[in-house]
């Protein structure tokens, strides 16, 4: 399954199947782009990070991958598990020393079995 | 465990009521964050601390007033709220040296105001 960006805040995917969450940020002059995972009734959970000198980065089991033309970011999820179900917020660091990250809107990411 | 320890978890209060909501953090970090996690809106910035220093306040209402004695405990006090404050509360931490490095949140305090 594919989300087309923050106007489609749901996405279901069969359990086993990869599923891609996009999103747009604002600025292009952003450096730091970052992905997170919210589970309900806990706090937003680090998953994986880029710097805008890259353009592709892989963890465990997740890409992300980042087209500056466009200002696009997105999460890739290989063969999604139940404990995939949660909300994901995509976020862009507008500040310079600490943060200031600018959040997403999220999708919400339902793996059915 | 994430590292980063806020409490309450729940919090009502009426409007006249004062209460601060604490948050800890476990990780060495030298910036820490509030955040505003309302329904159906994104996660909104409330301030940001660089080693103890107030570096944002993102146009925050004077009610809500931060403290940061320092770089391991950040408090929010809460004065004289409205029911719009109503959210989940969040804090946040990072390491600002050696480039840009993740933020790691606690569980936020839920704060329901009557």
């Known amino acids: 399954g594919e989300s087309v960006g923050l106007h489609l805040p749901t996405l279901s995917v069969q359990e086993g199947d990869n599923s891609i969450i996009n999103c747009a940020y604002s600025?292009?002059?952003?450096?730091?782009f970052i992905w997170y995972k919210q589970e309900s009734g806990k706090g937003p959970q680090f998953i994986i990070d880029?710097?805008?000198?890259?353009d592709k980065r892989q963890g465990q089991r997740v890409t992300v991958l980042l087209n500056k033309t466009v200002k696009h970011l997105s999460l890739q999820i290989a063969a999604t598990q139940p404990g995939d179900s949660a909300v994901y917020f995509c976020?862009?660091?507008?500040?310079?020393?600490?943060?200031?990250?600018?959040f997403g809107q999220g999708t919400r990411l339902t793996i059915n079995p | 465990e994430t590292g980063v320890t806020q409490t309450p978890r729940h919090l009502v209060m009426g409007m006249t009521n004062k209460k601060s909501l604490k948050c800890e953090q476990h990780?060495?970090?030298?910036?820490m964050y509030w955040y505003k996690q309302s329904a159906k809106k994104p996660l909104e910035l409330m301030f940001v601390?660089?080693?103890?220093?107030?570096?944002e306040n993102n146009s925050v209402p004077s009610r809500f007033s931060p403290e940061c004695p320092n770089s391991s405990h950040l408090f929010l006090h809460l004065h004289t709220l409205q029911p719009e404050d109503s959210a989940l509360y969040l804090c946040?931490?990072?390491?600002?040296?050696?480039?840009?490095?993740?933020?790691?949140f606690g569980d936020g305090t839920r704060l329901s105001i009557l």
């Open positions: 946040a931490s990072s390491q600002v040296k050696g480039g840009n490095q993740p933020q790691h």
């Open positions: 600025n292009s002059a952003s450096d730091y």
């Open positions: 880029i710097r805008s000198n890259m």
């Open positions: 976020a862009e660091n507008k500040g310079q020393g600490a943060q200031k990250l600018v």
């Open positions: 990780l060495g970090h030298n910036a």
């Open positions: 601390y660089n080693f103890k220093e107030q570096t």
